[in-house]
């Protein structure tokens, strides 16, 4: 079992409509998650941390579940720009593990 | 404030050349990071520098690759001879300390011929 896993997609999902994706990790041990954004042909860029009680940033939650070790993305009405790549990253004893990350496409 | 810079942006050379790619980090910044990323793939890490220490290069293929961080600042990723396999984008990153958010740099795309 890979240490990081995400479903890769594409999800075609309707402008306005809410989508959510998950991110598995297999070791419990794992201490900080954060979600990057990278859009086609570009570098990642820090979309928010993961914090252990949820956190929300405009249309973004993000939520960690230690017991069933996953994160979670969640985007309310999506936009035309949210199409991309969503990667997930896990630290573990200072090893940074990055997803292969999920692809979105908004649909106008 | 400037972002992490890398050079060249692209690169095309025939296999058995050598290949260097060059990282200037965010200023203050103390880790330093080089991924390789495939197509379709996440960012896979190569090696993580803490100040002028290596201090993860499990990742990195020490037969053709090697890498510095000469006083902690600038760094180099070598391939030397590269193989057609390593063509990718090369990322380099850099932040605070490893548990803080990481800012990359544009990468430059490699081909190998």
């Known amino acids: 079992r890979k240490e990081v896993e995400q479903d890769p997609g594409p999800f075609n999902v309707p402008e306005g409509a809410t989508v959510a994706f998950n991110c598995t990790y297999s070791?419990?041990?794992?201490?900080?998650f954060f979600w990057y954004r990278q859009d086609c042909r570009k570098e990642p860029k820090l979309l928010m941390s993961?914090?252990?009680s949820g956190n929300e940033d405009g249309r973004f939650t993000a939520q960690l579940n230690r017991a069933s070790q996953y994160i979670s993305l969640l985007i309310r009405d999506s936009k035309l720009s949210d199409s991309a790549t969503y990667l997930c990253?896990?630290?573990?004893?200072?090893?940074?593990?990055f997803g292969k990350g999920t692809r979105l496409h908004i649909l106008p | 404030e400037a972002g992490v810079v890398q050079s060249p942006r692209y690169k095309i050379i025939e296999k058995k050349q050598p290949v260097a790619f060059w990282c200037n980090p965010i200023?203050?910044?103390?880790?330093l990071y080089w991924y390789l990323q495939n197509l379709g793939q996440g960012p896979e890490l190569l090696i993580r520098?803490?100040?002028?220490?290596?201090?993860?290069d499990s990742q990195l293929p020490k037969d053709r690759f090697s890498a510095e961080r000469l006083k902690g600042v600038d760094s180099t990723l070598k391939i030397q001879p590269a193989e057609l396999g390593d063509s990718a984008v090369y990322l380099c990153?850099?932040?605070?300390?490893?548990?803080?958010?990481?800012?990359f740099g544009p990468g430059t795309r490699l081909t190998v011929l």
């Open positions: 990153a850099s932040s605070y300390s490893s548990y803080n958010e990481q800012f």
């Open positions: 070791n419990s041990a794992s201490q900080s």
């Open positions: 993961v914090y252990s």
């Open positions: 990253v896990v630290n573990r004893d200072d090893k940074i593990i």
């Open positions: 200023s203050g910044h103390n880790t």
């Open positions: 520098y803490e100040n002028e220490e290596a201090v993860d």
